[in-house]
Every structure is written in structure tokens, then in C-alpha cells.
């Protein structure tokens, strides 16, 4: 029997970090949280502002930590990081944020950790490969947000066109979470009917449904221009992935998933929908794309292959 995993450490209290927090309060996850952060005030002041929801949801000891604090957690949830200004891609935070990231995953192994790393700082799918080979750990024990939330956007854009429950579409952005990403659209569907037939018998064409894919792709940048950044959807997100670690449920999620031969790809770290469980990534699925979605992930793959081994060489971590 699987025991009950408990424990969460939270390392980057920005916005997405308190985000992530406020949601696992909301939904009663892990009785023990602890915020690893460089401001210690913040962490702890939100630490404070967290207990104050407790008497709503559920009992749990929340508090500000560090990195010693990571030994007997169950969850290692990273989100610190630069933060994507407006006009820059995630892909141009590369170089700042390996840096940051070499400093958070060496004091965590320390510790003594040997839980899962779950990371969602940006471009989430390089920054996860470098957690793996700085940390040496197991791949299926580390793994990304990757294309959790694009895949979220994509379905809420598709239920909105059609008037329908975002949960009912069953549909996956695949690739890279950024700007090469792509919608498994010949493979989507609404209620066991391909999304395209579903599509076309209301009167829409794979056109329509192809802008959707582009305003899925593009609207990062309209929140980060409106608003500062994003944090809400990433942060539920992020909740979402922790509830199938924590409940060993099995949930098939898009995630940043390690591929051993999967779309033909090897030693990269990319979204993909995967099974999730207590042990981390218990399976990775692949999609049978068409062949124009093949040469999509092709491409999104070698970008971020170049990138990663780029950065990796520049940094110093390679």
C-alpha cells in the first residue's frame, strides 16, 4: 500500500509559488507545506496569510522553510525564477534562470531529498532536463508543468467556440510550452467525435480551430501585456499535477515528460500526455500524430534540444 505523501516544499514564493499555495490550501492538499524562498519575509508572511484560510479547508502546518526542510518531503514543486518580461520569449530566460536553478537543486539533493522534483520555472522544459542531470536523479522522478496549461487554454478557447464544458473536450497541446507548441487537433475529440467532424457539423472549419491553436500560443503574451504575468492558471495547474502525485491517482496529464523513443525522440524533456501516480511518471503516452503534427514536435524537440545543450554548455552545468 502506498503511504499517504504529505509533505510539500515549495521553493520560489513569486507569483505563481503563492498562487500554487493558495491553490493547495483551497483544495486541502499535504498536511505539511513548506515556502523556500531568498526573501524570507515574503515566505513567511505568506505563510501567515495561508494558516488564516486553514479554518476553511483543512488542517495543515504551513510555514517558511529552507532547503534542509526538503529531507522527508514527498514533493519538491520549483518555481523560482525570472519572470518572462513583455516581448521576451520564455525560451530568452534560458541562461539566468539555469543559474538560479543550479543554486535551488544542489542544496535540495543535500538534503537528503528522494521524493519528486515538479518544476514549472521557465522555459519549464529545459529548466526540468537540467533538474534531472543536476540531480542524477531517476527521469520518471522529475518532470515539468510542460504543456498542462497551454493544454487548459486550448480546451477553455474550444468549449467557448462551441458552448460547451471545458472537461468535455479531450484535446492536448503537445511540444514545447512556448512558442513552437501545436494542438493534437486531427486527434482531439468532444465526446468520442473527432473535434474536426465535431467542428465542420456546426458549421466550422479546421482554420477556425487552427486560430484557436494560434490564440492558445499567443495568449501568454496577452496576459503578460495586460496584467504583469501569469500565475492563476499555471498555479491550478500545478495543483492538478501535485493531487496525482499526492493521491497516486494514475491521471493521464499533459506534462513535461522524459521521451525514451516516444515521437522518435530520446534525452529531452517535452509535453506530452503521461500517467502520473505517487512514483511520478509512471508511463509516457504517445499520440499518433499526423504527419503534418510529427513534423511539429520534430521541430519544437530541436529547438529546445539546442537551446538546452547551448545553455547547459554557457552556464557551466553541461
Known amino acids: 500500500m502506498t503511504k499517504k505523501h504529505q509533505k510539500v516544499v515549495l521553493v520560489g514564493d513569486g507569483a505563481v509559488g503563492s498562487s500554487y499555495a493558495f491553490a493547495m490550501v483551497q483544495q486541502a492538499l499535504a498536511e505539511e507545506f513548506v515556502i523556500v524562498d531568498i526573501n524570507k519575509d515574503r515566505t513567511e508572511g505568506d505563510a501567515m496569510d495561508l494558516e488564516d484560510a486553514i479554518p476553511f479547508t483543512a488542517a495543515k502546518n504551513i510555514y517558511s522553510g529552507d532547503y534542509p526542510d526538503c529531507k522527508d518531503a514527498d514533493l519538491v514543486v520549483i518555481t523560482a525564477g525570472a519572470p518572462q518580461k513583455p516581448g521576451e520569449t520564455r525560451l530568452d530566460l534560458v541562461n539566468k534562470n539555469l543559474k538560479i536553478l543550479s543554486s535551488i537543486v544542489k542544496p535540495v539533493v543535500d538534503s537528503g531529498f528522494d521524493g519528486i522534483f515538479l518544476v514549472a520555472a521557465n522555459p519549464v522544459d529545459i529548466l526540468t532536463y537540467a533538474t534531472q542531470k543536476i540531480s542524477g536523479f531517476p527521469k520518471e522522478k522529475v518532470f515539468g508543468s510542460g504543456t498542462s496549461l ?162 547547459m554548455k554557457e552556464t557551466g552545468l553541461a
Open 150 to 311: 497551454d493544454t487548459s487554454r486550448f480546451r477553455v478557447a474550444v468549449a467557448k467556440k462551441f458552448d460547451i464544458d471545458p472537461a468535455s473536450v479531450d484535446a492536448y497541446i503537445l511540444g514545447e510550452h512556448g512558442d513552437s507548441e501545436f494542438a493534437d487537433i486531427d486527434e482531439a475529440s468532444v465526446g468520442n467525435v473527432p473535434l474536426v467532424k465535431y467542428a465542420a457539423d456546426r458549421g466550422v472549419s479546421k482554420d477556425t480551430l487552427l486560430e484557436l491553436e494560434d490564440d492558445t500560443r499567443n495568449k501568454a503574451y496577452q496576459i503578460i501585456n495586460k496584467k504583469g504575468a501569469t500565475f492563476y492558471g499555471v498555479g491550478t495547474s500545478l495543483m492538478r499535477i501535485s493531487r496525482a502525485i499526492l493521491r497516486n491517482e494514475n491521471a493521464v496529464l499533459p506534462v513535461g515528460a522524459p521521451m525514451d523513443g516516444q515521437y522518435g525522440l530520446n534525452d529531452i524533456y517535452i509535453g506530452s500526455p503521461a500517467v502520473v501516480n505517487a512514483h511520478g511518471i509512471a508511463d509516457v503516452l504517445e499520440v499518433q500524430l499526423s504527419e503534418e503534427e510529427q513534423a511539429k514536435m520534430a521541430a519544437s524537440a530541436k529547438t529546445l534540444k539546442e537551446i538546452a545543450e547551448k545553455g
